[in-house]
């Protein structure tokens, strides 16, 4: 089988992860405190860390279950609909009493964004509920990231580790990480900035190696100098980013981590995993938005041909 082939049976990934929306203001710069300014343009967009990944895992080629919460506000029923617009099994997201997850943002005239994330609904998901455990029993990897609390996280990688399914993490946004949730996690995905921020380590490589002793597995992403893999025990190896004129890097790694967990779940091997979801992420760069942004399987097959 080519590097490039999609096998005939798509695997499953399970998602548990944060679901928002994503309302973003436009402004020449944004107000000091106690300030008003008027905006320029506004745009609302389903986001989240856990959404996002589910988008780029079903575009990549699995059959994707996103397992979280929405709020009973129109926001929920929205980013619902969006997430079965992008053909996502949605038995395990729960809609909640009050607001859904939202991020507000302010993006000023030279790109410079400041954030406030309210977690509505993500700030509840602090463990399983019922039928959780089969959606994930069910999936070849199990994806996690940082936007639910700690216990809901944790939760979801012991059933993962009971169930023998792959747990693959990304830790972002970046906060330190108790033992009982490193000792279910299989392969850990930061960037380099979490990477430096969870090891104290500013050089990639030796905060690979530090990381590797906490779990078996660890890529870290590298922007557009690519990413460095290393198994506990093994040579750390390097694949090189695609060159591109990027335009827009937001959900890089969202996109990276959803096409790397769909290669892994078909069980390709490491270096062609990384190759596959460096070309998702490249195409991803080169286009506006986050999910918007993440390609089909038949596009990434067509840059690795
Ligand atoms: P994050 O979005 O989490 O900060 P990175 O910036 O490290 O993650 O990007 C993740 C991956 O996306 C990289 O390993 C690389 O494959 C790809 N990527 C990011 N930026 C670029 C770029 N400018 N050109 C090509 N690929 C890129």
Known sequence: MSSTTTPSVRPRIAVFGSVNMDLVAYVDSAPGRGETVTGTRFSQVPGGKGANQAVAAARAGADTAFLGAVGEDAFGTQLRTNLVECGIEVSGLRTLGGASGTAHIVVEADGANSIIVVPGANGEVTGLREGDQALIEGSAVLLLQLELPMDGVAAAARAGRAAGVPTVLTPAPARDLPGELLEHVDLLVPNQHEAARLTGESDPRTALAALLRTVPEVIVTLGADGS?????????????????????????????CGAFAVARAEGRPPEECLRFAAAAAAISVQRHGAAPSMPERAEVEELLA
Do not use: C, N, Q, S
């Open 228 to 256: 460095l893999y290393g198994a506990r025990g093994g040579e750390p190896v390097h694949v090189p980013a695609r060159k591109t004129r990027p335009v827009d890097t937001t959900a890089a790694g969202d996109t990276f």
